[in-house]
């Protein structure tokens, strides 16, 4: 029988699909997603108990299977209205369901992409903004579609996208000839209700000391811009021709193993992966040599706002995940480069317009990776050193926005340590701008071409289960202790202070005081220490949201405001940034509301959100392409085992390392 977490089959979402259809009978319907409804947590606890005790048969209650359908009834006024409902997959029924009505808005679909692209094309108005311009032979406009962010002031709540504008070189006959280096001035706005352009916003492209909304453009719009190629063929030097082959070998294969499609044992560890087309891959049921560790982990937002003022860029402000979905812009992982070794794919399913299930393969990739000295001591005596090597499980995705490219990874290794780690890459978003000037808006990283001030605000959800699922979060911090004859007579002492987080509420880094989150189960003490067993994180001390409290991009993204939240479980709370983020004018339902509740959270069941990021003042070396930004949440064991658990690791030697070739040492100490 299937398990519980595991994703929705194509059987089980064309199942979901049909219900839908039957309770609106004669109606057209406009399919967003459908996917997994996790079960309650309690009920889910209950089973995963069963099975961990080993005692799952035919007959072992299961908890509701059940699909979250989001869709558009189209009316006769042809204005979509924005529906959920909660399918019984077992029953074939449907049990929930609700009108969401107009204040919010469903994610972005690629098939609207499309739409935008296709109106623009025959668009008079469109048309007309662009006869401004003279587009040199051979290129052609592109447009990329953006979420419209919050509105403008004269704007009511109906949907709207926004695209913009770039001219592409054709004339190189390849289809990966860089756009981005030739961006346009306009942005067309479309009504997704009436799928027409109702308007094309002019940008600025003045630089500084130009105001806000003076249109310096000219008629050769792109004669100073500059081509900046990325694809290898296209490249004016080439490829470099002296790097040598580093291949990852595995002769005697993995030493993971993976059954029931989606658990995982690896090196004392088990889990579960999942996906969703919202959050991409999701970790659920994590345990370490028989003890429970994590109850689910997963990215639950992202929001990148934009720092330039001049209308209409203060309208920048994306939510990846809320906006677009981080499962649906996944990539099609490829053998030997998006992962390397001998390689797990998992495959996803998404929903097609008519509801219709569509395999995304490859969707998550799982591998092995070494990752330098796990840990290592010499003996100056006797001359022995004995190493490990830091070998982690990886389990992997990648989503593609527009530009932009996330690489997203979370990593297991035999200390008993996971790491979330974000990597941004992809194509800064640019603008144009007049020769020969620069911005306080941005960085000019190519001629004509301004890469724009920004951020990007990452938040992880953290639902721990330390030796079980009622814990508690202690902020443990380090105080120096000034110079006293009682105490500290020679000034070295410095004072560990732990406290107890009693209700719902936020907390910031503080790398002065070492400020540290410690996940405990104060239930249960570790024989040595006498400490309460836990699981810590120190959070990263990065620049949080720099948009004006006062201001859109500040009230919709609370969640970017604190490095730390902490908050009592309720199910279905997964989204930081709310559970509608397109054209939110403020954060609703998410964990910023979470917090404002005030629930105990001590000794009970416990949700942990890390908030961190980049400031993203753009260098010339980030173009054409972006070298990776590296962001981690190192969550280690605290007191919870009582020695360093990867102490039995063996210290083999690798067989396949060898000294470098003679030739290869005397060129490198010429």
């Known amino acids: 029988m299937v398990h519980p977490l595991a994703i929705l089959s194509e ?15 004669k109606t057209v319907i406009d399919f967003r997603e459908i996917y997994l409804q996790e079960p309650p947590k309690a009920q889910l606890l209950e089973f995963l108990a069963i099975e961990h005790a080993g005692r799952l048969s035919p007959t072992t209650p299961r908890p509701p299977r059940l699909a979250l359908a989001q869709y ?32 919010h808005h469903a994610a972005l679909t690629l098939s609207e992409f499309d739409t935008l692209v296709e109106k623009c094309m025959t668009s008079p108005l469109f048309q007309q903004a662009m006869a401004d311009f003279d587009l040199p032979e051979g290129f052609e406009v592109v447009i990329e579609p953006w979420p419209y962010g919050g509105l403008d002031s004269q704007d009511d709540n109906r949907r709207y996208f926004q695209g913009l504008c770039f001219a592409q070189d054709k004339r190189s006959g390849n289809p990966d000839s860089n756009f981005y280096s030739f961006p346009l001035p306009v942005i067309p706005v479309m009504d997704a209700h009436t799928q027409q352009i109702i308007r094309v916003d002019r940008p600025a492209t003045g630089g500084k000391g130009d105001g806000l909304r003076e249109h310096t453009f000219k ?21 470099r021709k002296d790097l040598k082959p580093l291949n990852v070998v595995q002769p005697e294969g993995p030493s993971f193993k993976v059954t029931d499609e989606s658990l995982v044992e690896w090196q004392k560890w088990r889990l579960r992966v999942a996906f969703n087309p919202r959050e991409g891959a999701t970790i659920h049921d994590v345990w370490y040599d028989g003890r429970s560790v994590m109850h689910r982990l997963a990215i639950s937002e992202m929001t990148v706002p934009y720092a330039d003022p001049r209308p209409p860029f203060h309208r920048k402000q994306a939510f990846d995940f809320g906006d677009g979905g981080g499962g649906n812009m996944a990539n099609n992982l490829s053998l030997g480069c998006d992962c390397l070794g001998v390689i797990k794919y998992f495959d996803a399913v998404i929903t097609g317009a008519d509801g219709t299930a569509q395999k995304l393969p490859n969707a998550i990739c799982l591998h092995e990776q070494d ?19 830091h070998r982690e499980l990886v389990v992997q995705f990648i989503i593609t926005l527009a530009n932009y490219e996330y690489i997203f990874a979370y990593k297991f290794d035999q200390s008993g340590g996971i790491t979330v780690e974000a990597r941004a890459t992809g194509i800064l978003n640019v603008v144009n701008i007049d020769a020969g000037k620069v911005s306080e808006f941005g960085n000019v990283v190519s001629g004509g071409v301004l890469a724009q001030n920004h951020q990007h605000i990452f938040c992880v959800r953290i639902d721990p289960a330390v030796d079980g ?56 003490t570790n024989p040595i220490s006498g400490n309460p067993v836990g699981y810590k994180f120190i959070p990263q001390a990065t620049q949080t949201l720099l948009a004006d409290p006062d201001s859109v991009q ?76 590296i962001f981690q949440l190192m969550l280690r064991p605290a007191d919870f085992f009582t020695a360093n658990p990867s102490i039995d690791v063996p210290s083999d030697k690798n067989v396949s390392s060898r000294l470098a070739e003679a030739e290869c040492c005397r060129q490198a100490h010429i």
């Open 11 to 25: 059987a089980e979402t064309n199942l979901a699909r049909d219900v839908v259809k039957a309770a609106h009978p």
């Open 72 to 103: 558009d009834v189209i009316g006769a006024d042809r204005i979509p209205q924005y529906q959920e409902s909660v399918i019984d997959l077992v029953t074939g029924k449907r049990i929930h369901h609700i009108v969401v009505g107009k204040q």
């Open 219 to 239: 008629r050769d719009i792109i004669g100073h811009c500059k081509p900046s190629e990325y694809i290898p063929e296209l490249l004016p030097e080439g490829t």
């Open 371 to 389: 990752s330098g000295i796990a840990w290592k001591h010499s003996n100056w005596r006797t001359g022995r050193a004995v190493v490990t090597r």
């Open 469 to 524: 699922h009622t814990n508690s979060v202690v902020i443990e911090e380090s105080h120096p202790v000034p110079m006293n004859a009682a105490t500290n007579p020679h000034g070295n002492f410095y004072k560990v202070t732990k406290e107890t987080v009693k209700r719902s509420s936020w907390v910031d880094a503080a790398p002065q005081l070492n400020r540290t989150i410690k996940m405990v189960n104060p239930r249960k």
């Open 554 to 629: 500040a009230r919709r993204a609370q969640f970017a405001q604190h490095h730390v939240w902490v908050t009592k479980h309720q199910d279905n709370e997964f989204y930081a940034g709310g559970r509608y983020t397109l054209q939110s004018q403020l954060e609703v339902d998410g964990v910023a509301d979470a917090a404002r509740r005030g629930d105990v959270i001590s000794d009970t069941d416990v949700v942990v959100w890390n908030t961190f990021g980049i400031t993203h003042n753009p260098r010339v070396e980030d173009w054409p392409v972006m070298p990776v930004e």
